[in-house]
């Protein structure tokens, strides 16, 4: 399964050195490595691959356990084989690997992957890839393709949670631990109850012993894994009970050559670090024009929150008819709710600066692609850093801080080298990335948090408010 | 709490089984915690991770299971998955060890055991499980409770029949009235399972049942909140009514954070649709369903794939949903290759004469990408959105040619066969720009391209001057060619004689054509149209010229969607693998169940009309499971599946046509037929040519599909 592409690409390599050796004697590398037309190697390896096939096909390598079977049976009849050797045959024909390797060859293997679901006769497989990872589900039936990935998505951040980060040396060294974890939130295909907080209850890197002792204890663990509130333990305390709430909004843009705006919507998501003990009932309110509207406050910055998705703590039928938010939140850091708006008050466009003057922007960086035949650049910049990073094709010019309203520009020479070869560009556009704090493009405003629990106690609030692009706003050109 | 990370991955190493056999003996002693132990097992697990078959170490590893350390039961239990089925004759000894765990005060380990038996499918397992089973369902705790009800679902596919003589499938029934949310959720998905099996029981809820699902909805977790509006398929409205309050309980799912449950919302409000009759409510639910569709394009990349997938069906059915975001499914610079290829799509569907110019300067900005399918397929939308649209029309044209103008091979061949298709839509508009597809002939290698630029010499050649010296050119290599080429070299070549008649290079060359067709060519179809033609020039010249030279309908782009029956029935699968590939699950999954409407009072009447059935065939003998509550009136079985007289509208051929415009022009049905979110379109279902899947050939040549070559298999 933790094949990487590398592996072709190794063999070709040492053929080539067998094939040429008057290249191989010639070459600066140690291994005696030839240099080759990347285009060649990629379609050596295509055939490679594809003799792989050819070679696995035709001595009918039968991937699928079940279709032998009957032959098995049927062979062992005809020879009246004895028990044992019809028995040992069928075992031969048992590949537990098989499905792997069909993924491995179908996939892994397979530069040109054009679909996160591949179906190859009745059985269908869903892949989700983090790093060099990746996590498959495999399925003979019509599943819920949605479901699938969301739970392969939780599967991965439940990962990250219980290693810090997931790759291939963490799956190694917590396979148990991997196991123990896909037989609880997995039952049959069915996903079942995968909230972190709870997992972590019963599921540990420590040993537990099966005594009376911890009897009482997991009966209390599986009355909230099946519980209304799955999310909490019911036992939390804090000796300073307080609750942080970042709202964060990711600015999307693309704007086209000409400066007119393709598009611009904002992601937001609000988040949250709950520290309170016991069971608390929180309440939230934002600037929500459909509340604001009926109080007849004649606000004008109210923001519709028609378009908004809430963490399942949240009472959506309440929010449906009273529009209150309303939950009890999972102990520690949470997304309370995503909200896409796609009409965005102020136009974020032009440069980022069309904030209000007394903010500014912070972390500016803008990355300007080259052509790939680019040797240096000459770049003359107002405030800030530029340089070109060759690996990348790109210029990068960092600012640290921008004032709102201001306006600056850039300007540079690049040079260009004459190549034979001539590559496809297949001009990125232009990609801005930056901060802002204290403001929302979308105007979204916290208006209180409310906190209610039985023992009654003072708790403290934070809000933080942060705009920011990465990697989503870009300008063609 | 803290989890130290784990330094496991030294177990990663092939191991013999009699070493592994010798230190599971050796650590029997002196093994203080169990730790040694522990080590020898992970390691085996580890081997097993591998593939390497660890079968032998069957009797060495299951002693290990008295030893009260959670960790090592739930690795010997995992070994006991793994090998247990091909170790039958052994397995007794571990059933004395189940059965001990089963009653096990801990309700954890007691749910550990019943879901490890479950998995074994030997007689001698489920034979005691099932006595553990019962108790099981019943007990104190809705852990166990929860997992015995996914349990009666693997018991079920190990003996289906030995699951309904125990009654587990009633009793099953009888936890979804349980007072835990997660196992009623369970318990519906269990039976879910059951019932989708070709000889599985028939699970069908009525409005009792329903309504108590819907209200442990707010309770159960996310995903048993996708298992429980999943099963409100299985509930056919009566009256229009129960389907309005039942969608207003449901809307509300539209709000949740994961994406499946939205989707999966969304499935059901589409169905209940099917049985409403407030038109008000209809459209305020379009109006709901929009945004959240929108916000999930903020996800992972493989869940927009699915969305976008299915708003594509959505919006063919619904076209209020979505209809004014085109801007949203603008691609990005960074989307994966499917996630563009799925937003072109909708991009083409969601174009209107509004927002054309926006859509078209996209799709020039697409035609300069790198990845060639991209690029094709952006191409040939362009084409697409000239005949579509035709405020845009003059605008498409003139980026086809400036897309000519670049000379890239692929483009220009995409150009090309688009162009082919404008000139049918607009007659008498664009010939002007023939001379410049001709002066890139050069550049046309494929068999479409080729085929569709010959189409257009022929076809115009009374204003190509240099038509017949073309048209001897490229019959130089007709021997050569494909058929699709040759077919329309002879049919372009007949036409020139008929223009040009009087030349004698055009009564030579047609000559040559007809005699290769009908003498050297070894395809029929070939050869029966070169006879076709031969004759009929034989016969009456003028003639034979009004037949191949005469007016061709105008072709159009608004039937280019799939018919209403077939989408009311894929919009059953939202959500689904079915509505990735847009193919109904049983076209492509073996032993899959299809679905379809079921007929009742309250279902629409045109949907009625277009509904189309399934042959649910080898039904054993249906036992019926009523829900809980109230006795449902009794219904016949057959009728239920939709077996109703069903007008064969699907026909395509122009006798139909008739039938089409009663049915769907509203007037007729007065205020029964109140569902005109779908327009058919009258004139399309008499256009022979209507169906633009074949006049645009190679446009769905990337559409995800499954493989069925078994090849592999």
């Not at chain 2, 003059?394 to 086809?400: E, M, N, T, V, Y």
């Not at chain 2, 006049?695 to 493989?707: C, L, W």
Request: glycine letters at 4%; aromatic letters at 8%.
């Amino acid at each position: 399964m933790h094949d990487t592409l590398k592996k072709p690409r190794e063999i070709i390599m040492v053929s080539y050195a067998v094939r040429f050796p008057e290249l191989a004697a010639k070459s600066k590398s140690v291994a005696g490595e030839v240099d080759m037309d990347p285009a060649t190697v990629e379609h050596d390896r295509q055939r490679l691959l594809a003799v792989e096939r050819l070679i696995l096909e035709t001595i009918c390598f039968n991937f699928t356990s079940k279709m032998p079977f009957p032959y098995v049976i049927k062979v062992g009849r005809a020879f009246s084989a004895t028990k044992k050797l019809t028995k040992l045959a069928w075992r031969l024909a048992i590949d537990r690997r098989s499905i792997a390797d069909v993924f491995r060859i179908q996939v892994v293997s397979n530069s040109d992957v054009r679909s996160p679901i591949v179906t190859l006769g009745s059985t269908s497989f869903f892949h989700v890839r983090v790093n060099n990872l990746y996590i498959v589900a495999v399925t003979k039936c019509n599943a819920n393709a949605a479901l699938v990935f969301e739970y392969c998505y939780r599967f991965i951040s439940i990962a990250k949670s219980y290693f810090g980060k997931v790759d291939e040396e963490a799956v190694k060294n917590n396979f148990v631990l991997i196991y123990e974890l896909i037989d609880e939130i997995n039952d049959f295909g069915y996903p079942q109850n995968s909230e972190i907080d709870t997992l972590k209850t019963y599921i540990t890197t420590e040993s537990i012993m099966s005594s009376a002792a911890a009897v009482e204890e997991s009966s209390k663990i599986t009355t909230q894994a099946t519980g209304a509130t799955s999310w909490r333990r019911a036992d939390v305390k804090y000796k300073k009970n307080e609750a942080f709430v970042d709202v964060v909004e990711t600015v999307n843009l693309s704007m086209s050559a000409k400066g007119t705006v393709l598009r611009a919507d904002v992601d937001g998501h609000i988040l949250m670090r709950a520290y309170l003990s016991g069971t608390p009932e929180c309440k939230f309110g934002l600037n929500d024009k459909l509340v604001i509207d009926k109080n007849e406050r004649g606000m004008g910055d109210a923001v519709e929150l028609d378009d908004c998705r809430f963490h399942q703590c949240v009472r959506l039928d309440e929010f449906d008819s009273t529009r209150t938010i309303s939950f009890i939140p999972p102990d520690g850091e949470f997304e309370l709710m995503k909200q896409v708006s796609i009409n965005v008050k102020r136009e974020t466009a032009n440069t980022c600066t069309n904030f209000n003057n007394k903010l500014s922007a912070t972390n500016v960086v803008i990355r300007i692609p080259t052509p790939l035949n680019t040797t240096s650049v000459d770049c003359k910049v107002p405030s800030g850093k530029a340089k070109y990073v060759p690996a990348e094709n790109v210029v990068v010019w960092k600012i640290p801080r921008i004032q709102g309203g201001a306006e600056m520009t850039f300007s540079g020479t690049a040079q260009l080298t004459s190549t034979t070869n001539r590559q496809v560009w297949a001009r990125p556009p232009i990609d801005v990335d930056f901060q802002v704090l204290m403001f929302t493009s979308s105007g979204l405003i916290v208006r209180f948090l409310k906190v209610f629990e039985k023992s009654n106690y003072h708790s403290i609030k934070w809000v933080r408010y942060l705009t920011k692009a990465s990697g989503s706003y870009q300008v063609r050109f | 709490m803290a989890s130290q990370a784990g330094q496991d991955a030294k177990f990663f190493q092939r191991g013999k089984i009699q070493e592994f056999r010798a230190e599971l003996h050796a650590a029997e002693s002196k093994d203080k915690k169990f730790v040694k132990r522990k080590t020898v097992l992970k390691k085996i697990v580890a081997n097993i991770t591998m593939g390497n078959d660890m079968s032998p170490l069957f009797t060495d590893v299951v002693q290990c299971l008295g030893i009260p350390l959670l960790e090592i039961k739930k690795m010997v239990y995992l070994f006991l998955v793994c090998y247990g089925r091909s170790k039958a004759e052994q397995i007794h000894l571990v059933i004395p060890s189940f059965l001990q765990d089963c009653n096990d005060r801990n309700p954890l380990v007691r749910a550990l055991a019943i879901r490890t038996m479950s998995y074994i499918p030997i007689p001698v397992v489920t034979e005691s499980l099932t006595e553990q089973l019962r108790h099981c369902l019943k007990d104190r705790d809705p852990y166990v409770r929860k997992t015995a009800a996914i349990c009666v679902a693997k018991l079920y596919t190990a003996d289906p029949r030995k699951a309904e003589k125990g009654g587990f499938v009633e009793m099953l029934r009888d936890l979804l009235l349980d007072a835990n949310a997660t196992v009623v959720s369970n318990a519906v998905a269990a039976l879910s399972e059951i019932g989708d099996r070709q000889d599985g029981v028939i699970f069908k809820l009525n409005l009792t049942v329903a309504n108590k699902l819907l209200a442990a909805l707010s309770e159960s977790s996310e995903w048993g909140q996708i298992y429980i509006l999943d099963s409100l398929l299985r509930y056919v409205p009566e009256r229009h009514s129960d389907a309005e309050l039942m969608a207003e309980r449901v809307i509300v799912q539209l709000g949740h954070a994961n994406s499946a449950v939205v989707l999966t919302a969304i499935k059901v409000l589409l169905y209940l649709m099917n049985y409403m009759e407030n038109r008000r409510l209809m459209d305020y639910i379009c109006k709901k369903m929009g945004p959240p569709l929108v916000t999930i394009l903020s996800s992972g990349p493989e869940v927009q794939y699915v969305a976008l997938r299915n708003i594509l069906l959505i919006i063919q059915r619904r076209p209020n949903v979505l209809k004014n975001d085109v801007k949203v499914f603008f691609c990005k610079y960074n989307d994966p290759i499917y996630v563009k290829l799925a937003k072109l799509e909708i991009m083409y569907r969601l174009a209107r004469e509004e927002n054309a110019r926006e859509v078209l300067a996209e799709l020039q900005e697409y035609a300069s990408e790198v990845d060639v399918d991209f690029v094709r397929k952006a191409v040939r939308s362009i084409g697409r959105l000239a005949i579509k649209v035709e405020a845009a029309a003059d605008d498409c044209i003139k980026a086809l040619l400036d897309l000519i103008e670049t000379k890239v091979t692929y483009v220009v061949q995409e150009a090309v066969i688009v162009i082919k298709d404008v000139f049918r839509r607009y007659p008498g508009k664009y010939e002007g720009i023939i001379p410049v597809l001709c002066e890139n002939f050069d550049a046309l290698d494929e068999p479409e391209s080729k085929a569709a630029m010959i189409w257009i010499v022929g076809q115009f050649a009374d204003r190509i001057d240099n038509a017949d010296e073309l048209m001897d050119d490229l019959t130089f290599t007709f021997m050569d060619e494909p058929v699709e080429v040759q077919l329309a070299l002879l049919s372009a070549s007949v036409k020139l004689f008929v223009y040009k008649s009087q030349s004698e290079t055009s009564k030579a060359l047609v000559h040559k054509v007809l005699k290769w067709a009908t003498e050297e060519v070894d395809n029929p179809d070939l050869r029966d149209r070169g006879f076709m033609y031969w004759r009929m020039l034989a016969i009456n010249p003028a003639v034979a010229g009004e037949i191949v030279l005469a007016e061709k309908p105008a072709i159009t782009t608004d039937s280019d969607r799939m018919d209403r029956g077939a989408l009311d029935q894929l919009l059953l699968h939202t959500g689904t693998l079915g509505s990735i590939y847009h193919k109904n699950p049983e076209t492509f999954i073996r032993n899959a169940g299809g679905k379809a409407l079921a007929d009742s009072p309250a279902l629409n009447p045109l949907s009625r009309q277009v509904l189309v059935p399934i042959a649910r065939s080898n039904l054993p003998t249906a036992v019926q499971i009523p829900g809980p509550g109230p006795p449902e009136p009794p219904k016949d079985a057959p009728e239920a599946l939709g077996v109703k007289p069903i007008l064969p509208i699907h026909g395509g051929s122009g006798s139909d046509s008739d039938l089409i415009d009663a049915s769907s022009s509203g007037d007729h049905n007065g205020d029964e037929d109140n569902d005109e979110d779908y327009i058919a379109s009258p004139s399309g279902a008499g256009d022979p040519y209507a169906n633009l899947g074949g006049a645009f050939g190679g446009y769905t040549t990337d559409e995800p599909k499954p493989h069925t070559d078994d090849l592999l298999f």
